[in-house]
């Protein structure tokens, strides 16, 4: 597990950085209580430089969240990783790991500036072999899981299905991190261990006060879009109902189209019912919705190449023109947001409401998905290989496509965990906790089934960025 929490109190700096540490709780055999030493002797160490760490096991009370910590460790300025056999074998660690790696977006350099490693001799990863070995066993760990989960639901409890969702992310990158902490020299000795974590390099203090680890990244330099002319392009109605459509230029001069999706005035009861299978406590209680007026919505996840003509980078980790944009954290989706009502006056969208997401995914169904009470592939992306183009699936009956499935989607609100005091209209809902993460509806193809329920709601960190979320965005119909 982890160790839990550090601040470097040097005088001046603009706030205290968090120290952690991630290890495999120890056993009452001869190497956990070895690996115990370490993690006690880390601890020493800083405690003589006028550095404070909290551990785990001084700092969890009854009651308290393992997951909590293990967020929080991802989060961490600097993150002394103990890497022993047990380590590669837990779960817990393991997503760890990946937390750091998420919130470092994947950048290389980043990662290993704020992770320093102490591999024990029981930890094998030097060879590709090695790192195969254990990218396959999580693979084949995740695959028992969800065979379990097909056979019997219900057998594996709500932190089963947190398990199985922690390995779909991890297993994924789980070589490619190991390859990099391979190719670093490694300390050899404690003391090694101790000059490399706490003293080297020597400039960390001042780029961390630079750097986004307190706080979201400055907007990326692109050059603005061209023309900037008003909205829409083009309008009309099919059997789904009224459309509009906008266009952007690209790089290479083409025009790049998005559709929006009329969704009508009405009202919905958001959540689900207590006797829904594989429901969530955090999707109740069950209340009712009213939108005075309608909006519009992406036809579509926006797609890799609406993102490159507004924001002129390539973020998605599989690339192609119509698949959905992916590796984009909340605050990015906000970035793209700002440009684009930048560059078309009068358009005035933002990500949608959870309110909006449901209703709009609902189309007026109040069944576990818009297709009825079961789905298939052949209608819904999950438990899959990849994300597909958007528009390959059926849409629902409003005209919106993969709403469930293929890709997570952001929305503006922060996370509440259940709907008490949630409000009755369409607005975006604040909730009670101002620090909470975002909210990411629909699932992906990661996911079980369970988890792209219309009323299936998670919680992200606003920084997170992951393979297999993206977003689609939401305007409402202003008076004139």
């Known amino acids: 597990m982890s160790s839990i929490s550090s601040s470097d109190i040097r005088p001046g700096d603009a706030r205290q950085p968090e120290w952690l540490v991630s290890y495999a709780w120890r056993d009452d055999t001869d190497a956990g209580r070895a690996l115990d030493r370490v993690v006690d002797d880390i601890c020493a160490a ?99 899981l969800e065979a379990r989960i097909r056979e019997r639901p219900a057998s594996v409890g709500r932190k089963g299905y947190d398990t199985y969702h922690q390995m779909s992310r991890f297993y994924y990158d789980l070589a490619d991190i190991l390859t990099l902490i391979a190719d670093i020299v490694q300390p050899r000795t404690l003391e090694q261990f101790e000059r490399y974590g706490f003293d080297y390099p020597k400039k960390d203090a001042d780029d961390r006060k630079t750097s986004d680890v307190a706080g979201p990244l400055p907007a990326p330099i692109v050059p603005p879009l061209s023309p900037a002319v008003a909205w829409p392009d083009d309008s009309g109605e099919d059997e789904y109902g009224k459309w509009v459509s906008f266009s952007v230029t690209a790089a290479d001069g083409s025009r790049v189209m998005q559709r929006l999706r009329w969704c009508p005035e009405g009202r919905f009861m958001m959540g689900s019912p207590e006797g829904e299978d594989g429901r969530f406590e955090h999707e109740g209680p069950r209340h009712e919705v009213v939108f005075a007026r309608g909006f519009w919505m992406f036809e579509t996840a926006c797609r890799q190449e609406l993102w490159l003509a507004v924001m002129g980078d390539k ?32 358009i005035g969208i933002d990500l949608p409401s959870e309110a909006q997401w449901e209703y709009a995914c609902r189309a007026g169904t109040e069944t576990s998905y818009s297709f009825g009470p079961k789905i298939s592939r052949d209608l819904v992306n999950y438990s899959g290989q990849g994300p597909v183009p958007v528009g390959s699936l059926p849409p629902n009956g409003w005209g919106l496509y993969e709403m469930q499935g293929n890709v997570q989607e952001w929305c503006t609100d922060r996370w509440d965990g259940g709907y008490n005091k949630a409000p009755v209209a369409a607005s975006p809902w604040i909730g009670r906790n101002v620090e909470a993460d975002r909210v990411v509806r629909g699932g992906s193809w990661l996911d079980p089934d369970q988890y792209v329920r219309a009323a299936c709601r998670e919680a992200r960190l606003s920084a997170y960025r992951s393979h297999d979320v993206g977003f689609r965005c939401a305007r409402v119909e202003r008076d004139s």
């Open 46 to 144: 800083a405690e003589q430089r006028g550095l404070r760490i909290l551990r785990d096991r001084d700092e969890l009370g009854l009651g308290d969240s393992i997951s909590a910590f293990m967020r929080r460790i991802g989060e961490g300025d600097r993150v002394f990783v103990v890497l022993s056999a047990k380590y590669l074998r837990s779960a817990y660690c393991m997503f760890e790991l990946f937390e750091v790696w998420q919130n470092c977006r994947g950048r290389e350099r980043d990662f290993l500036d704020r992770i320093r490693v102490f591999v024990l001799p029981d930890a094998k990863i030097s060879t590709a072999l090695d790192r195969s070995d254990h990218a396959i066993f999580w693979q084949d760990e995740h695959d028992k």
């Open 315 to 346: 973020p998605s980790s599989k690339e192609g023109p119509m698949l959905p944009v992916t590796n984009v954290s909340w605050v990015d989706a906000r970035r793209f947001i700002a440009r684009l009502n930048s560059a078309k006056p009068g």
